[in-house]
């Protein structure tokens, strides 16, 4: 239970930022030029989704849960910006932050790699 805390934690600040109304966030600045924000979906998720690797490799439940952890969090990323749509005022899905989301877990299943040289039990 205790290897949960972190990937919850960030579990919760990632739906927060995804439930903030349109007015909240400011708009029309150098930064959506850059589109800077694929950058923070891109962190958050690779943030979040190699807690997650960590947390299962500490609980000894990577060999069975890696594949589920990422199709979950990929799914995640999905469903979150569909229920930005559909709930949060002001804010509209994006496929390419669903994107952004996605590479991001990817990125963690390879850092995660890197870090560790291997999935654990795979020696």
Known sequence: MRHAVVPGLLLLLIVALHALPGEDIAHASWLDALHVDKLVHLGLFLTFA???FVGL???GMLRMGRVWATVGCVLLGIALEGMQGAWCPGRFPDA????ADA????LAWLSFRVVYRFWP???
């Open 50 to 52: 190699h807690s997650v």
């Open 57 to 59: 490799g500490k609980s």
């Open 96 to 99: 390419w932050d669903a994107v």
């Open 103 to 106: 590479v991001g877990v990817g």
């Open 121 to 123: 039990g795979f020696a």
